[in-house]
């Protein structure tokens, strides 16, 4: 079974300050991990995966991601955060292991609001 | 490409009644999905489909039909309209080749109110 948790509802930060958006997940095998934003009354996009190599994933928007095996974690970051930042961020995670699940699971979103 | 196209943008339905959402992707996906997204309850998928032909129940398939007669469009059937089914409906799509690693391309939703 694959499943994804973001334990937070919500994260608040300032304008030009750093943002980390949390997200953990357990599979079977090894991870395919995915981030997602979702602008207000549109449809998700895609930001950044993982699959295999490095664990600093980078991806639009100036946004990356740190895969953690020992930690089985997929924290999204960026180094500077803009107003226009402000969304929902999912994470989904797909388990790879023989006899996984082709389809993601996404966590529950986190809402980002960037202050001025 | 204009991706993936879903109609009507919004909806209101009373109970009893029955609608169906339309969904057309052009980026020649064979994989096609339906979710729900409810406020603080994330995506739950309804149905998806792996090709033309071949459709298979999510999450939450209970009220919900689906169809795949081509490789592009995915319509979503609500037949008894309830409360339960208020929500904002996503269709997406991904390219489908087995082992490879899909990125899933939403379209902008349908809001659905059930009254």
């Known amino acids: 079974a694959q499943s994804v948790a973001q334990p937070e509802d919500q994260v608040n930060v300032a304008e030009g300050n750093p943002l980390t958006v949390k997200c953990t997940y357990s599979?079977?095998?090894?991870?395919?991990l995915f981030w997602y934003v979702q602008y207000p009354n549109r449809g998700l996009q895609f930001l950044l995966k993982y699959i295999t190599g490095d664990n600093l994933v980078k991806g639009s928007y100036g946004f990356e991601a740190e895969f953690n095996k020992s930690q089985t974690s997929f924290h999204l970051k960026k180094p500077s955060a803009l107003v226009s930042d402000s969304a929902l961020y999912f994470c989904?995670?797909?388990?790879?292991?023989?006899?996984?699940?082709?389809?993601?699971?996404f966590g529950r979103g986190t809402s980002l609001i960037v202050h001025p | 490409n204009a991706g993936v196209t879903q109609t009507p943008k919004f909806r209101i339905l009373k109970i009893g009644q029955s609608m169906t959402l339309q969904c057309t992707q052009d980026?020649?996906?064979?994989?096609m999905y339906w979710y729900r997204q409810d406020p603080g309850m994330g995506l739950k998928l309804i149905y998806y489909?792996?090709?033309?032909?071949?459709?298979d129940k999510g999450e939450v398939p209970n009220g919900y039909n689906v169809s795949r007669s081509t490789t592009e469009d995915f319509p979503l059937r609500l037949e008894l309209a309830a409360p339960s089914q208020t929500s904002v409906y996503f269709c997406?799509?991904?390219?489908?080749?087995?082992?490879?690693?899909?990125?899933?391309?939403f379209g902008p939703g349908t809001r659905l109110l059930v009254l």
């Open positions: 989904a995670v797909r388990d790879m292991s023989p006899g996984g699940s082709y389809i993601p699971t």
């Open positions: 599979v079977s095998g090894n991870p395919y």
């Open positions: 489909s792996v090709g033309a032909g071949i459709t």
């Open positions: 997406a799509s991904s390219l489908g080749l087995g082992a490879k690693v899909e990125t899933q391309y």
């Open positions: 980026m020649n996906h064979n994989y």
